[in-house]
């Protein structure tokens, strides 16, 4: 069952962070459907997060999708490459959002190595941002989509809260440039997992 948008409404990014993780993200298009385990995640500030693509509010016509509420989709592209997927969170006009950084492979696994060109079931399919975005068949055209309209090609189903036993937290990923943001420990994962990403 996808979660309404109150759900996603919490203006708590990091806590958000911590509760997608366990939670299945899935895709759906025509009569395919692909699906992993949310295994890890990074969150993102837009008012004091020096790492946030909106940081201190700054509307670009990339960020823009930030400010919406709660619920959308953010999907940027990275050195022009990777296609990052992202769930913006809180009210609309704050832009905070959660990259989904790795995912644990359920359903539609032969589709899945299918996109990424591989032919075994490894980490490798999509233990990363990049690589689970193109393991689920998502690109930047899957901007601004609302998670919260059931006729919607991507979607998020609640499962029960990972225990903060089983949570690891540390510095984000490739953020050299956020100053003294940059070792904040905002990126959440599921202990032991083999999906993790590095």
């Not at 959660?98 to 539609?108: A, D, F, M, Q, Y």
Request: proline fraction near 5%.
């Amino acid at each position: 069952m996808r979660p309404d948008r109150s759900f996603f409404e919490n203006n708590d990014v990091v806590s958000l962070a911590k509760r997608l993780l366990g939670c299945t993200l899935f895709t759906k298009f025509g009569e395919t459907i692909t699906a992993g385990r949310i295994v890890e995640t990074e969150a993102y500030r837009g008012r004091d997060d020096k790492a946030c693509h909106a940081f201190n509010y700054k509307r670009t016509k990339r960020t823009e999708t930030m400010f919406l509420a709660g619920g959308h989709t953010y999907v940027y592209l990275c050195y022009g490459i990777h296609h990052l997927f992202n769930i913006v969170t809180s009210k609309e006009g704050e832009p905070d959002a959660v990259l989904i950084r790795s995912i644990e492979p359920l359903e539609g696994i032969e589709e899945m190595m299918k996109r990424r060109k591989i032919n075994s079931l490894k980490p490798q399919l999509t233990a990363g941002p990049g690589v689970l975005s193109k393991a689920l068949g998502l690109s930047i055209k899957m901007n601004a989509i609302d998670l919260t309209d059931a006729s919607s090609p991507i979607g998020l189903i609640l499962n029960d809260p990972v225990p903060d036993s089983s949570i690891l937290a540390g510095p984000r990923i490739g953020i050299d440039y956020a100053g003294d943001c940059v070792d904040w420990p905002w990126r959440f994962c599921i202990k032991n997992n083999d999906y993790l990403s590095r």
